[in-house]
């Protein structure tokens, strides 16, 4: 399986994913960003390498606004 970051590189606007319940698809660069900025977020609160994280997520593509 090739790694979406790869996907997002060659074909940026190519539909990754669409939400069944909606029809609203979300591209391999918008898929690469949210990843990004996820993984910015773990490193930020000190999550290291080997480091085990369990996540609940809703099945949505809402994206969270940062808390003020």
């Not at 090739?2 to 997002?8: E, L, V």
């Not at 977020?41 to 606004?65: I, Y």
Request: charged content about 20%; glycine content about 8%.
């Amino acid at each position: 399986m090739t790694h979406p970051s790869i996907h997002a590189r060659a074909t940026p606007d190519k539909i990754a994913y669409m939400m069944a319940e909606t029809g609203r698809g979300i591209t391999y660069r918008e898929l690469d960003d949210r990843a990004n900025q996820g993984a910015q977020l773990f490193r930020a609160l000190g999550v290291n390498r080997g480091d085990h994280v369990a996540m609940l997520l809703e099945n949505c593509v809402q994206q969270s606004q940062p808390a003020r």
